[in-house]
């Protein structure tokens, strides 16, 4: 079992149904099933799939002043989160709409109200860090403080930059510097992945990069290992909805990297705990315990030693 620190954004997701995006005008569209609301977001995501593995999560973030914390616990799940550090310190709890399609598309509206301004205590949070394992951050500018400072003390730093962006890269520098772990979706990048990942490797010093690259896989690069390869996506059963896939993939690579120290044969772990929770609605469910991924191992590989045979 590992001791995370977790941090970043929570928010309301509505997700919607459609049948392609973007979406063609009408001016009234009705269908049954297909509009879900729930808690989710980037920290909010990893710290659930961590601690359905079987982890230990500190989780700090920031919501609206009058919300409610026991939407953080819902009665359809068994996984528990700590609200210790949720701050309820915004005017509102961040939002985002989600559309997506039968394609795999996805339109992601997001509005992260006045979490910009918000403030780090760290007087909270460096004891937080020194018991930790690992430190796992958003780019939220509230998480700056907590990079530099997880830095200096010396702590495993697993970054989520979500989409890059060029024009944001001074932005993020504070976050690809501390990082020793980083994660990004292929969204926007139009050179060749491995040569990118390599190069954000090289420029910021992180010991391993991975790109998610939806349906077809991803891209994993482990400077120490001399890996830089491209693995397939899993095929665990039905596809429901794939936003949220990225929290997965990069948080069960996390646990089971912690673990073992083999970069390959987490992130083929990865990959079939995020095949499976791409079966579910909500970006925050579907989330797989070890002994769930152990059995889903056995029936599509009989693999027994996810460390020794899963490579």
């Known amino acids: 079992m590992g001791n995370y620190l977790v941090a970043g954004v929570t928010q309301i997701e509505t997700i919607v149904r459609v049948k392609e995006v973007p979406v063609v005008y009408q001016p009234l569209t009705v269908a049954v099933d297909s509009i879900y609301t729930s808690v989710g977001g980037d920290a909010y995501n990893e710290s659930m799939a961590l601690i359905a593995l079987g982890n ?136 060749d992945p491995r040569d990118f990942i390599r190069s954000m490797s090289e420029k910021y010093d992180i010991d391993i990069v991975i790109m998610g690259q939806g349906k077809e896989g991803c891209v994993l690069y482990d400077r120490t290992s001399g890996i830089n390869a491209h693995f397939n996506a899993v095929n665990a059963g039905q596809v429901v909805n794939t936003a949220g896939a990225g929290n997965a993939l990069f948080s069960c690579f996390l646990h089971y990297y912690l673990e073992s120290g083999d970069s390959t044969a987490a992130i083929k772990n990865a990959l079939l705990f995020a095949s499976y929770k791409i079966g579910f609605m909500g970006t925050s469910e579907g989330f797989m315990s070890e002994e769930q991924m152990k059995e889903w191992r056995d029936k599509i590989w009989g693999v027994k030693d996810p460390f020794k045979d899963f490579k």
Not at 104 to 115: G, T
Not at 179 to 189: K, M, N, P, V
């Open 56 to 191: 230990r999560v500190n989780f700090v973030s920031h919501v609206g002043k009058d919300q409610e914390l026991g939407i953080f616990n819902p009665h359809h799940t068994d996984i528990m989160i700590p609200t210790k550090y949720i701050m309820k310190d915004l005017t509102e709890t961040p939002a985002s709409v989600i559309l997506f399609d039968e394609q795999r598309n996805q339109q992601i509206f997001e509005d992260i109200k006045d979490l910009r301004h918000a403030k780090t205590d760290m007087n909270a949070m460096t004891p937080l860090m020194e018991e930790a394992d690992m430190v796992v951050l958003s780019n939220a500018n509230f998480c700056r403080p907590i990079a530099e400072e997880a830095s200096k003390l010396g702590k495993k730093v697993a970054t989520n930059i979500r989409c890059y962006d060029r024009k944001k890269e001074k932005y993020n520098s504070d976050f690809y510097n501390a990082a020793d772990i980083l994660y990004l979706s292929d969204d926007t990048i139009k050179t």
